[in-house]
């Protein structure tokens, strides 16, 4: 059993604050993924757990305990850094060992930890090898054998896998999502890569600039973005975000015209929005189809790139406004060409000037 619940944490180093107010519950054996661009704090919110960096305040609870106090060795925590910071002179058996030596485990306990770990991580045959012989896939694992001989209550990964080439990354995402089934471990787990969040992540954390834009499941996040950043952070390619001007509204939704021309009624709650205000109405490329009736959005392509299944349809609307589609393989298109695309109103999503999404009127299907 191992929750995790941050409250109020708030980091400053000296006068620059950057983190600010999280409160996040983590469940018994979730996988917790962080998310967010390049200090953005990830790394100082995970080490604040780890207890090798001090909150400036708020509370780290475990399993209903404030550890905030706690020396981080006491914790019940373990950490796998990026670097995997092995010995090169030790064996694979060693380096698994090494907590438990410093803990002055005894055999046959000793071995039979690591050798339960190596086996969890394929590495049974490598366990008298040194790291030199080994694979950057296998150097990380062994990194991973050291946390898992210690039995954590939780694990914390920072970045493990940016060091990897990015066919053996897709591997250990796979591995990693397979580990943590067998340990029933909770997890959490800092990246850069969305597709990494959306791919392990039983829930995701998005951080931006010490904030939490928004926490929930992968779907929730690319169903139901509540802010443009986290709308343009999950899902690949990007969204697309078409400025537009509001027109009126009524019981049916908010009516806009895209700059362009072209007017979409949009099934969001229109209070608060004004005829005048400029809002973004956010596309994604999944979402549109090539019209059958010339009438919608104008794209002008330029780049095309075919892709087998999907035909990766590059340009621009209105001249200036970028857009992707992302279009049937065999879409009768071409560079330099011109198509009108539809999307269904639903698909839409509108931000207000200030980022924020304006709400729906009705939820779409969720796929859990
Ligand atoms: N020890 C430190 N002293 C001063 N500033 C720091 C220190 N560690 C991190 N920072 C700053 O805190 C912010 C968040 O950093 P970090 O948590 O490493 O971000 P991330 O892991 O998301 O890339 C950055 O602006 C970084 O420069
Ligand atoms: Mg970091």
Redesign the pocket.
Known sequence: MATLDLQMVNKS??S?K?LHDINLSIRDREFVVFV??????????L?IIAGLEEATSGAIVIDGQDVSGLHPVDRGISMVFQSYALYPHLTVFENIAFPLRVQKVAEPELSQRVERAAEILKLTDRLTHKPGQLSGGQRQRVAIGRSIVRNPKIFLF?EPLSNLDAALRGDMRVELAQLHKELNATMVY?T?DQIEAMTMADRIVV?KD?FVEQFGTPMELYHHPQTKFVAGFIGQPNMNLVPATVKGGDDTGLHVELDGGTALSLPVDHAGAKAGDRVEVGIRPENVRLSENDIGLALQVSVLERLGGQSMTYGHIADTTRFCAALDGDAAIAEGGQITLEVDPADCHVFAGDGKVMRRKKAPNLVK
Do not use: E
Request: glycine share 24%; proline share 5%; with cysteine.
């Open positions: 180093f000296g620059a950057v967010g661009p390049s200090g953005c704090g990830k790394s100082t919110l080490r920072d800092v850069h951080l010490g």
